[in-house]
């Protein structure tokens, strides 16, 4: 009898225990590493989601780890322990780009993650110098690849640097469309703008929530977009897949774990943060970025990294850009 007794006040203690490690996981913040300095659109989208699902989720502590091209932030991600106290920030640049730019990497972007979620995509635009266009009669996309292809290497173009997404943009485009112009990298995209708004450089592969004011304002021509579809903020721009099937470079970023974080996790995580993706006030906020939610499955979003992985070799190859 007080064998029994015994045995039963032991699993009831064991419960209490197990009871109060679940509610300590579930206070406990979790740590959202933005592989880019603060103030960006992505570390921006980071804030306000995680404001989003505080009520879920608890506290999300928002966590800037800048360097190597997102590499840095990336690779504290991949090293964390696998179970969703700490989730990260996988972007164009992270996950499909940088493994074919640069010679080392710390991590793995095939095998080092389980995705939860993707987050958004920001189309990319073509834009030219708005007096630019006018000297040379350029008011179109017809006119701009008309004036290309029977100029070679008379248009310059810049960007944020070797590998960036402009410059991978701007040979992609290069090699379907057939035209040869001059490409001059600058140390990072603002750089690369101010060079296009002074005209030292023609035309631009541009983020569209960078180039919106200046297209607005009259200063640049938008000529065309990077995404398979138009533009809900540009919708008189034609998309350049229009011309050439399947032509996509756009700006994407969503939400990963550590390899091995358990699928319940993951779930729980996706259904938070689908959650925060489909508010209406959400939709609005990111709207003021021109940036479009995308949320899904942590199935489609692995499937569509490994697909921007796989697109990118050829991309990044071609441009014969790499990082020591």
Request: glycine fraction near 10%; charged fraction near 15%.
């Amino acid at each position: 009898m007080a064998t029994s007794l015994t045995r039963r006040l032991a699993l009831v203690t064991l419960g209490l225990v197990g009871l109060c490690g679940i509610s300590q996981a579930q206070t406990k913040p979790i740590r959202l590493i933005v592989p880019y300095a603060a103030g960006g659109p992505i570390d921006v989208t980071a804030r306000v989601l995680a404001e989003r699902v505080k009520d879920s989720l608890g506290p999300i502590i928002v966590e800037n780890r800048p360097g190597a091209g997102g590499n840095i932030g990336a690779d504290v991600v991949a090293k964390a322990t696998p179970d969703g106290s700490v989730i990260g920030i996988a972007a164009t640049a992270t996950h499909a780009v940088n493994p074919w730019l640069y010679r080392r990497m710390p991590y793995n972007a095939a095998t080092d993650f389980t995705p939860i979620t993707q987050i958004v995509r920001v189309p990319n635009v073509l834009v030219i110098n708005a007096n630019t266009a006018k000297r040379l009669g350029i008011a179109s996309l017809p006119d701009f690849l008309r004036y290309a292809r029977a100029n070679p290497g008379r248009l310059n173009y810049g960007s944020g640097g070797n590998g960036s997404a402009g410059h991978l943009a701007g040979e992609l485009f290069k090699a379907r469309a057939g035209v040869y112009a001059v490409h001059i990298p600058y140390n990072g995209g603002s750089p690369a703008q101010l060079a296009l708004l002074s005209g030292q450089v023609d035309f631009n592969f541009d983020n569209l929530a960078t180039a919106a004011p200046n297209i607005q304002s009259g200063k640049l021509l938008a000529l065309a977009v990077t995404t398979p579809t138009r533009s809900a903020a540009l919708p008189a721009v034609p998309a350049l897949a229009e011309l050439w099937q399947g032509f996509s470079i756009d700006t994407w970023w969503g939400l990963v774990a550590p390899a091995g974080t358990p699928s319940m996790v993951v779930q729980r995580l996706n259904q938070a943060f689908v959650h925060a993706l489909q508010a209406p006030e959400t939709q609005t906020r990111f709207a003021s970025l021109m940036a479009e939610p995308v949320p899904s499955t942590p199935q489609a979003f692995g499937q569509f990294m490994g697909a921007e992985l796989s697109k990118y070799e050829a991309v990044v190859k071609a441009s014969g850009a790499h990082v020591d």
